[in-house]
């Protein structure tokens, strides 16, 4: 995924809200929006380099939002729903080798909205992922009753026979395997497991992160039951 639009260097001071925080941009303050719910506590911290995406809408309340965030020596996206977009260009260029075919997005079935339907007949939600420590890639960093929903529906789409996936696309590249966050949410953990027994898939990606571009890279190890003790 190639960032179409001016990217700006800045640096993070505060965290106002879910959606909004406060960062120096040259000589002075600026509100920007943050495109991430998550807590993000570990990777927004005061003084930390930041790269803002500029918008030209008129109608926006901020003209920036905060999509990249730099920890040590790496890059992170935490604009969490590029994650989506990122995961169906691997596809369409078939780099993801367990699923091919026409990638329909947010695809409504009985009433709920799914990320995507491939080849027709895999049914598929994806997770932006932002959390990393010691190079584990974890979801999520604050409890989510959505995330817990939307694996009841890939549940009992498994179950009338369709194929369906969660894929979790964490958006850093020094990750090693993915684990879900059992500490921060130990029901979506507990649901993660029932969905990957009831035959859903469950997959990870790491992605390459650079300030011009976003783009899937090696799949990860997937450790359903570590997060329990970490």
């Known amino acids: 995924m190639v960032i179409e639009g001016r990217l700006v260097p800045a640096v993070f001071l505060e965290r106002l809200n879910r959606f909004e925080a406060l960062v120096r941009l040259g000589k002075r303050v600026e509100r920007v929006h943050v495109p991430n719910t998550g807590r993000l506590k570990e990777l927004l911290l005061p003084g930390v380099e930041v790269r803002l995406l500029e918008s030209d809408n008129p109608r926006r309340k901020t003209r920036y939002s905060l999509v990249f965030a730099r920890k040590k020596e790496h890059w992170f996206c935490i604009a969490s729903a590029w994650a ?101 949410d130990p029901a979506f953990a507990g649901k993660l497991r029932e969905a990957a027994a009831s035959g859903v898939w469950v997959r990870a990606y790491k992605c390459r992160v650079r300030p011009e571009e976003v783009v899937l890279a090696e799949e990860l190890p997937v450790d359903l039951f570590v997060g329990d003790s970490s």
């Open 84 to 184: 989506n977009r990122v995961f169906a260009e691997a596809v369409k260029r078939g780099d993801v080798g367990w699923l091919s075919g026409e990638v329909r997005g947010e695809v409504r079935r009985q009433g709920s909205r799914m990320d995507f339907l491939i080849g027709g007949n895999t049914w598929v939600e994806v997770k932006g992922v932002t959390y990393e420590e010691e190079g584990i890639a974890r979801f999520p960093d604050a409890p989510t009753e959505r995330g817990r929903r939307h694996l009841e529906e890939l549940i009992r789409l498994r179950k009338s026979g369709a194929c369906s996936a969660v894929v979790f696309v964490a958006m850093m590249e020094q990750v090693t395997r993915f684990e879900p966050f059992a500490r921060i």
